[in-house]
C-alpha cells in the first residue's frame, strides 16, 4: 500500500512539473469566475452539506438532508439548454423535461435518487435528500449530472450526510 502511494505521489509530482515546465514562467491558470471552464469529462461538481431537518410526507417521517453544489455558477449555461425534443435520446425519467439529470447515490452506488429534473444551474443551489426516519443514513453520498444530450456523467465528491464531511 505504502508503494502505491508513494508511486502515485512520484507520478503526480512529475505530471505538475512537466505542466511547469511546458507552460514556462508565465504560465497562468485559468480565472474561474470568467466562465473559462465549461463542464466536460474534468468537470467535478463540489458537492457540501448545508444542512437538515425534519420532514413529515403522509404519516410518514423523514430526515430533509440539504446538498449544495458550490461550484454550478462555472457550468455553461448552454448544457441546460434543450436542443429540442428530436435531439435527446429517450429519456429513461419519464416525467423529466430536462437535458440534465441528476442522480443521488450512495458510497456503495445505490441510487437514492435517479431521475431528478434539472432545467438551470440554480436549482443546485438547494438539493433535497429525504431519507426515512429509522433506515440507516448512509455514510457518504454523491451527486452524479447526466447530459442526455451527450451522455456524458459529471460525478461529484463523496459528503457526509450526517456531518458534512467531504472526501
Known amino acids: 500500500m505504502r508503494t502505491k502511494t508513494n508511486l502515485i505521489i512520484t507520478i503526480a509530482t512529475i505530471m505538475l512539473?512537466?505542466?511547469?515546465?511546458?507552460?514556462?514562467?508565465?504560465?497562468?491558470l485559468p480565472d474561474l469566475s470568467s466562465g473559462a471552464i465549461k463542464p466536460g469529462?474534468?468537470?467535478?461538481?463540489?458537492?457540501?452539506?448545508?444542512?437538515a431537518t425534519s420532514a413529515t410526507k403522509g404519516t410518514?417521517?423523514?430526515?430533509?438532508?440539504?446538498?449544495?453544489?458550490?461550484?454550478?455558477?462555472?457550468?455553461?449555461?448552454?448544457l441546460f439548454t434543450l436542443p429540442g425534443f428530436a435531439g435527446l435520446p429517450p429519456n429513461p425519467c419519464k416525467k423529466s423535461r430536462t437535458r440534465i439529470v441528476l442522480g443521488i447515490?450512495?458510497?456503495?452506488?445505490?441510487?437514492?435518487d435517479s431521475c431528478r429534473s434539472i432545467g438551470a444551474p440554480?436549482?443546485?443551489?438547494?438539493v433535497p435528500l429525504l431519507i426515512e426516519k429509522g433506515k440507516p443514513i448512509p455514510r457518504f453520498?454523491?451527486?452524479?449530472?447526466?447530459?442526455l444530450k451527450t451522455g456524458?456523467?459529471?460525478?461529484?465528491?463523496?459528503?457526509?450526510?450526517s456531518?458534512?464531511?467531504?472526501k
Do not use: C
Not at 60 to 78: A, C, K
Not at 141 to 147: A, F, G, K, N, S
Open 141 to 147: 453520498v454523491y451527486l452524479v449530472l447526466t447530459d
Open 152 to 161: 456524458t456523467q459529471y460525478k461529484s465528491n463523496y459528503v457526509s450526510p
Open 17 to 28: 512539473l512537466q505542466l511547469g515546465f511546458a507552460g514556462g514562467s508565465n504560465a497562468q
Open 163 to 166: 456531518d458534512g464531511t467531504t
Open 60 to 78: 410518514t417521517q423523514y430526515h430533509d438532508i440539504i446538498l449544495q453544489v458550490t461550484n454550478r455558477d462555472v457550468i455553461n449555461g448552454n
Open 122 to 126: 440554480e436549482q443546485l443551489r438547494e
Open 41 to 51: 469529462p474534468k468537470f467535478v461538481p463540489k458537492v457540501v452539506l448545508m444542512g
Open 105 to 112: 447515490y450512495t458510497d456503495w452506488g445505490v441510487a437514492l
